[in-house]
């Protein structure tokens, strides 16, 4: 009997510890969700990360292309697609002007007003400027 009543003791406790490894698990779980959504929001905005949680409740795909053209992308994620939209138009530019600047050289070149260095510096200019466009 008392062999038996040790064991149950010994169940019960085991038990009550892993209950509350459970509670405690859930616990942890939801401020992860809760901290995961809040994540969402401040990266979208508020009203873009609820209707990404709806889609992905509904069992939905969530198209990640799509957002980025959304008028309601808010958050984090507009100031990047902006600072990202800026350096391309910059990039552009500034292969633009190389260009430019390349063309005008080759013609003071042929004329022999500017020395085969100047034309191959500017060339390497021009091509070091399209290698950062086509990476961005």
């Known amino acids: 009997f ?10 019960r406790e085991s038990y009550e510890i892993q209950k509350q490894q459970n509670d ?11 901290f995961a959504r809040m994540d969402l ?4 905005g508020k009203e873009l990360a609820e209707a990404v949680i709806e889609k992905a409740k509904e069992g939905g795909e969530v198209d990640f292309e799509a957002l980025c053209g959304s ?3 808010g ?12 350096s391309v138009t910059l990039a552009r530019e500034e292969l633009s002007r190389a260009e430019d600047k ?7 070149a042929e004329k022999q007003y500017v020395s085969a260095e100047e034309l191959e510096a500017d060339k390497e200019i021009e ?3 399209k290698s950062v466009v086509k990476q961005i």
């Not at 942890?28 to 809760?34: E, G, M, Q, T, W």
């Not at 929001?41 to 979208?44: G, I």
Request: proline share 0%; hydrophobic share 35%.
């Open 102 to 108: 390349l063309g005008w050289t080759q013609k003071l």
């Open 75 to 86: 958050g984090t994620a507009r100031q990047e697609k902006n600072k990202l939209e800026n």
């Open 24 to 34: 405690s698990n859930i616990a942890l779980a939801k401020l992860d969700v809760k």
């Open 127 to 129: 091509a070091r400027i």
């Open 2 to 11: 008392q062999s038996a009543k040790a064991s149950y003791t010994n169940a």
């Open 41 to 44: 929001e401040h990266y979208l």
């Open 71 to 73: 008028d309601e992308l």
